[in-house]
T-cell receptor
Framework: DTAVSQTPKYLVTQMGNDKSIKCEQN?????MYWYKQDSKKFLKIMFS???????INETVPNRFSPKSPDKAHLNLHINSLELGDSAVYFC??????????????FGPGTRLLVL | KQEVTQIPAALSVPEGENLVLNCSFT??????LQWFRQDPGKGLTSLLL?????REQTSGRLNASLDKSSGRSTLYIAASQPGDSATYLC??????????FGKGTKLTVNP
């Protein structure tokens, strides 16, 4: 059973296109995240949602729009794709309890290549 | 702005050796410190999480320590095996839920 799943696994597209990446978690967690890992393997947070509400937005261009239809899903829509958007995008989830002991569980990643 | 630094960037050791990976962070207001493993082309697997009130955590051959006063964490791997070869990422969690990652240490264990 996959705890955090993402689709598609690979995405190759042309500059200027609009694309979406989907994420689902079956862990019953309240909080979900999107991270971007660039070509230098540096992993950085983009967004975080708690119970369908946006709680973290790390000054990501507004071409990126996350959408959370319910707390088990957090999708990422990207408009007008640019070459610099090529990266691996990871979805994650956690159950925030306020104790400091909440591990984040990561999906397998979506490898986006913009040509 | 929180920064997380991992040293060394890459490490190659013979099988069976004990090794230490280092992580340092600049913000003392720590919530927890997490160590992850990333295999090539794969996602992240959580290895150990140390809460701010704890000093260390152990899982099998892995032991992670946390020293808040010096802003450091170490991941100790005992009796390394070729299957331990991967990139190890340290992540700091402060007041918000977001994780701030280091750039990782790429470990190669040679048979």
């Amino acid at each position: 059973d996959t705890a955090v799943s993402q689709t598609p696994k690979y995405l190759v597209t042309q500059m200027g296109n609009d694309k979406s990446i989907k994420c689902e978690q079956n862990l019953g967690h309240d909080t979900m995240y999107w991270y971007k890992q660039d070509s230098k393997k540096f992993l950085k947070i983009m967004f975080s949602y708690n119970n369908k509400e946006l709680i973290i937005n790390e000054t990501v261009p507004n071409r990126f729009s996350p959408k959370s239809p319910d707390k088990a899903h957090l999708n990422l829509h990207i408009n007008s794709l640019e070459l610099g958007d090529s990266a691996v995008y990871f979805c994650a989830s956690s159950q925030v309890q306020g104790t400091g002991g909440e591990t984040q569980y990561f999906g397998p990643g979506t490898r986006l290549l913009v040509l | 702005k929180q920064e997380v630094t991992q040293i060394p960037a890459a490490l190659s050791v013979p099988e069976g050796e004990n090794l230490v990976l280092n992580c340092s962070f600049t913000d003392s207001a720590i919530y927890n410190l997490q160590w992850f493993r990333q295999d090539p082309g794969k996602g992240l697997t959580s290895l150990l999480l140390i809460q701010s009130s704890q000093r260390e955590q152990t899982s099998g051959r892995l032991n992670a320590s946390l020293d808040k006063s010096s802003g450091r964490s170490t991941l100790y791997i005992a009796a390394s095996q070729p299957g331990d070869s991967a990139t190890y990422l340290c992540a700091f969690q402060g007041g918000s839920e977001k994780l701030v990652f280091g750039k990782g240490t790429k470990l190669t264990v040679n048979p």
